[in-house]
């Protein structure tokens, strides 16, 4: 397929885990992607990997350093894009974090650091992405561009051990409606996703903290007990989810603005 093929996408957090899987899937179907992450040197190995994939698929690929906290960073990644494709299309904003602590232990730097990241890295990049597609003006299709969320389970329901996460998920979710009323008039569509127990480097991560505050006693506790509740039976692969954002980036979802997609096996019936 090539649902895709021709536009031009960044994707943050895309050095690892969801982030990287988005990216691939989007270059196999014959996007031009740019791999950005705070570390960007692991950006560059991803996109120097995907070099063969892109060529074979007639697509390009790039990548750049970002902190999606930072504007000007921000702006500098959006730039570096256009220069190497001439226009942004879809702009992922999945760069997200989270640092698992027991609710009555829950630190202001703790808020402070998940929110800043996954609630304003991700209005920083919907803003600074709307305002290039403004610049840009529609494509052949009259589209503007697409603007994709990564919400999560997590923005449906709250948690004991990851309060700030959950919330910073909500917020995810409000500036999604948010920015969908207003871009609308722009020929801008803002969608987003919502994964749920997906086997990455970041859920090895939080296995690890749950340990670490007493919310488990061993390895892979934490996700056996969150994907106790899965109707599908298993825990998420990234290459569960890329269908679906491949789907949001191309011109099949093109009527849709404002909604998220819940892709968790059915732990979260809503």
């Given amino acids: ?68 906290t930072q504007r000007d960073q921000v702006r500098a990644m959006i730039a570096h894009t256009v220069e190497r494709f001439g226009r942004l299309d879809v702009k992922f904003n ?8 027991n609710f009555l232990d829950v630190t202001e730097d703790n808020w402070n650091f998940v929110m800043g990241v996954n609630g304003l890295g991700c209005m920083i990049g919907m803003q600074e992405a709307a305002r290039q597609m403004i610049e840009q003006g529609p494509d052949g299709s009259g589209m503007a561009g697409k603007i ?13 051990n990851v309060a700030p996460y959950c919330a910073s998920k909500w917020a995810v979710v409000s500036l999604t ?27 090895e991560q939080v296995d690890q903290d749950l340990m670490n505050i007493g919310a488990a006693d061993r390895p892979g506790q934490a996700m056996e007990e969150f994907s106790a509740e899965i109707l599908k039976g298993r825990v998420a692969t990234p290459a569960d989810v ?23 096996g059915g732990m979260t019936l809503v």
Wanted: one cysteine or more; aromatic letters at 4%.
């Fill in 148 to 160: 994709i969320n990564t919400a999560s389970i997590a923005s449906r329901q709250g948690f004991d």
């Fill in 94 to 101: 999945n760069a997200g974090v989270n640092k698992p602590m």
């Fill in 1 to 68: 397929m090539a649902r895709v093929a021709g536009r031009s996408c960044i994707v943050t957090g895309a050095a690892q885990g969801i982030g990287r899987a988005i990216g691939e899937a989007l270059l196999d179907e014959g996007a031009n992607v740019c791999f950005a992450d705070i570390n960007g040197a692991k950006a560059g190995e991803v996109a120097d990997a995907n070099a063969e994939r892109a060529a074979t698929a007639g697509a390009r690929v790039t990548h750049a350093a970002v902190d999606v």
């Fill in 242 to 264: 890329t269908g679906t954002t491949s789907f949001l980036a191309a011109r099949d979802s093109d009527y849709m603005t404002g909604q998220i997609v819940m892709i968790d």
């Fill in 177 to 203: 409606q948010s920015g969908a009323r207003d871009l609308a008039k722009h020929g801008i569509t803002v969608t987003g996703f919502a994964p749920g127990v997906v086997a990455t480097e970041m859920w």
